[in-house]
């Protein structure tokens, strides 16, 4: 008598997919805060309504992990944490872009540095209506170090830095104890840091101070947190897009974190961009490449999205991939550049885009 032989079916391919940050707020909320002051309590409704409307919006693409949309984050998404302390000025480190505008961070006019509000904050709200899993982003403690730009009497750069790695685990530690997904660190200074200064030696300085904050945690920890690296997105413009990736992504995934977002969609040659990435990644990390550019009004289509996952499948393996956008849509709370519409369209091709490759690897088309 012969015996049955079950086949196991092998388990299906899961490429994991998620968002960077940035929403572009309603254009209403802009006008307001941009009349008065951002934190007015009168605005606390407007902000509960944009937040609350952006996870629905997010929901409904199907996305299976989700942001507020960095609708509370105060002007924008690197001096949310310090805006409105009093020993800060306005005039700090200039970040000029292609087309010719700047932006200006705060610059630390006395000691001790503190932040003025942690990012768990924004996740409250956000748990509040989210129904999947939801991330956190947070500034890179190299983008606040450009703070201290010029030596504070009684308070040197060492005890600033000492005091910024403090906050700044105090604030990953926060998100991750209430629940968030992942922790992404904004790192978009990275590439910008070689336009700067050639040598690397800047570049180098910015992981060091990184990898200082990153040791702090465990190796479970680390599976949370990712570090996000793009070449800006302001006003449909970026920053550094004409630095080669060569420069910069060696040393990026030296930094000691599990996951990796990286701004791909709008490379001009993103399988050079890959084959770097498929050199230097460590088999621990997971890296999720850009597959929508939201500097580009272009409308990405799901099979668009598909086929760059499957470019990014000949040099990543599928269990070390994921997708992302390449930049949250609205960095700063005041661009206007893409509407909420367009950022939802893309997002639901990345999310479909995704399903379809996943579907074509895993034999099911």
């Known amino acids: 008598m012969s015996k049955a032989v079950s086949m196991a079916k092998p388990a299906p391919i899961t490429i994991p997919t998620e968002p960077i940050g940035s929403i572009p707020r309603p254009v209403e909320l802009i006008e307001r805060v941009t009349r008065g002051d951002s934190e007015d309590p009168s605005l606390a ?25 960095e609708q509370r984050k105060y002007h924008n998404f690197c001096t949310y944490c310090v805006y409105g302390l009093p020993n800060t000025a306005p005039d700090g480190f200039i970040i000029p872009f292609s087309d010719g505008h700047t932006r200006r961070l705060s610059r630390l006019t006395r000691g001790p540095f503190r932040y003025r509000r942690y990012a768990d904050c924004f996740l409250d709200v956000a748990m509040r209506y989210a129904h999947v899993p939801v991330k956190q982003a947070v500034i890179s403690p190299s983008a606040l170090s450009l703070m201290y730009s010029e030596r504070i009497p009684d308070y040197s750069r060492e005890q600033f830095i000492e005091d910024l790695l403090n906050e700044h685990e105090t604030e990953i530690r926060h998100c991750l104890k209430k629940g968030a997904h992942k922790v992404q660190v904004d790192f978009t200074e990275g590439r910008l840091a070689v336009k700067i200064d050639p040598s690397g ?66 490379e001009r040659d993103r399988r050079h961009a890959l084959k770097i990435i498929g050199k230097y990644r460590k088999l621990h990390q997971r890296v999720f490449v850009g597959v929508t550019a939201p500097v580009d009004p272009h409308i990405e289509t799901p099979e668009e999205v598909r086929d760059r996952v499957l470019e990014a499948c000949e040099y990543i393996p599928v269990e070390q991939l994921g997708t992302t956008d390449d930049c949250g849509f609205s960095p700063f709370s005041d661009d206007t550049s893409t509407s909420r519409d367009t950022a939802f369209a893309k997002i639901r091709a990345r999310v479909l885009g995704t399903k379809l490759a996943e579907r074509l690897i895993g034999g099911d088309l």
């Not at 629905?56 to 199907?62: K, L, Q, V």
């Open 45 to 69: 409704p407007l902000y509960e309504d944009a937040v609350r409307d952006t996870i629905e919006r997010f929901e409904a693409t199907g996305s299976p992990v989700v942001t507020d949309g």
């Open 201 to 266: 030696n800047l570049l180098n300085s910015f992981i060091d101070l990184n990898n200082l904050a990153l040791s702090r945690f465990s190796q479970e920890e680390r599976r949370r947190i990712g570090v996000h690296t793009c070449p800006g997105n302001d006003l449909d413009s970026t920053h550094s897009a004409d630095v080669d990736y060569a420069e910069l992504l060696p040393s990026l995934f030296e930094l000691k974190a599990g996951n990796f977002y990286i701004a791909m969609a709008g």
